[in-house]
């Protein structure tokens, strides 16, 4: 897909570029994601903005130049504001980063402001934001790395992002740089990176890189996501559309689950394996078929953190 930018100033009084959920400010530089995961839920339109549909049937990412305005806007009217979120909803280090450097320039605001920032990412974060990113102690940077697997990583994040091994020497470099990391091994996409042989040889690999935390989940797809992506997964492997549509048996909140047979299943296969390593392991937020949180059954201090 060829990609262009549409490059907005919108007054920060008006915009919802960034939130605030309490002591967090979510900023989000960009809308839509280059890196283009199969069941992306931004770019396959959880939020309803035209933004997302925009990028996923055109190629257009939305782009907020003045993000360091709204950033501002924020603590201004918010004296509980304590930690910059970067970027909830699409990646601060996709592609675009390289030629506007929105997110450098809120890295770099953060540390000038004494702010922590936590940056959650599938890209490969510049060395020479570390010094910025570790000056705050309560700063963290989450790496998302699907699978050891480089075959399947690419299957899976299917326009950009870092390789398999570019994510581990980026966890190896932060970790020895002091930089706090989580590994998240997120989302799990079922008969796909399911093999717990591979999410343990994973595991090893980030524990042999100092990574103490693990943070996962399994993929829920957006409603006419799964309709959208049949040939994908066929080409991926014969019948895996049809498993896909007898394992999201569950909708939950307008998205539909895996059943939660599977899910606990898994969580509970990872959970072991992370702890019988001396790591901590975590989900993030998933429902059960009432749409009650399972988060407490798999998740402890972790989950403050994200
Ligand atoms: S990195 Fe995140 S936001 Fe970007 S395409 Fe993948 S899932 Fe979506």
Not at 224 to 245: C, F, V
Request: aromatic residues 8%; contains cysteine.
């Amino acid at each position: 897909m060829m990609r262009s930018y549409e490059i907005k100033r919108i007054s920060p009084a008006v915009n919802k570029t960034s939130q605030k959920i309490g002591p967090k400010i979510l900023v989000n530089p960009y809308y839509g994601c280059e890196h283009q995961c199969l069941f992306c839920p931004a770019n396959d339109g959880f939020l309803k903005r035209k933004a997302f549909d925009d990028f996923r049937e055109k190629g257009v990412i939305r782009v907020v130049e003045n993000i360091i305005d709204h950033v501002d806007n924020y603590i201004l009217n918010n004296d509980y504001a304590k930690v910059i979120h970067l970027s909830p909803v699409s990646d601060p280090f996709q592609p675009v980063e390289a030629e506007l450097q929105l997110s450098r320039q809120i890295i770099k605001h953060a540390a000038d402001i004494n702010m922590p920032v936590a940056i959650c990412t599938k890209g490969s974060v510049p060395g020479e934001l570390y010094p910025l990113i570790q000056k705050h102690p309560h700063s963290f940077v989450q790496i998302s790395i699907l699978t050891i697997n480089e075959a399947k990583r690419k299957m899976l994040v299917r326009g950009s992002g870092a390789s398999v091994e570019e994510l581990l020497n980026e966890i190896e470099a932060m970790s020895d740089y002091g930089i706090r990391i989580i590994a998240r091994i997120d989302p799990i996409f079922p008969y796909i990176t399911d093999d717990m042989a591979e999410f343990e040889a994973l595991v090893d690999e980030l524990k042999k890189r100092k990574v103490r935390y693990i943070v996962s989940s399994v993929a829920d797809v957006i409603e006419g996501a799964l309709d959208r992506e049949r040939g994908y997964l066929e080409a991926i492997q014969p019948g895996l559309s049809e498993k896909y549509t007898n394992l999201y048996t569950e909708k939950i909140n307008g998205r539909l689950h895996a059943n939660t047979e599977y899910r606990e299943n898994i969580f509970s296969k990872l959970k072991e394996i992370c702890e019988s390593k001396g790591l901590e392991f975590g989900i993030t937020w998933e429902p059960d078929i009432n749409g009650n949180s399972i988060n407490h059954k798999y998740s402890h201090q972790i989950s403050n953190m994200l």
